[in-house]
Nanobody, 121 residues
């Protein structure tokens, strides 16, 4: 029942900006930590940024100072504002959220379908 739907990916020139969104919906009781991961071809999936339900954030060193993660708890949505994009930011970006569902009564991570971000001139 629970699903995460992402939007905002696309093609952008180096130095440009994109804003990714990921909204959770379904049989949700509570949404806990929400995160953004990315995976480039031939590389392992890596954590880009995370945010707790209380608003505490953390970032990978590679994106610190350029990316900002935020959330709207009323909408069960997490955002990733990406500025000063570099070619090495090119990857499929996935959102992840720890969610407690009503039926079954279970807390587990859910994943979005992924959205392609390509930084190229």
């Amino acid at each position: 029942q629970v699903q995460l739907v992402e939007s905002g990916g696309g093609l952008v020139q180096p130095g440009g900006s994109l804003r990714l969104s990921c909204a959770a919906s379904g049989n949700i009781v509570s949404v806990f930590d929400m995160d953004w991961y990315r995976q480039a071809p031939g590389k392992e999936r890596e954590l880009v940024a995370g945010i707790t339900s209380g608003g505490s954030t953390n970032y990978a060193d590679a994106v610190k100072g350029r990316f900002t993660i935020s959330r709207d708890n009323a909408k069960n949505t997490v955002y990733l504002q990406m500025n000063s994009l570099k070619p090495e930011d090119t990857a499929v970006y996935y959102c992840n959220a720890d969610i407690l569902s009503l039926t079954p009564w279970l807390k587990r991570p859910y994943w979005g379908q992924g959205t392609q971000v390509t930084v190229s001139s």
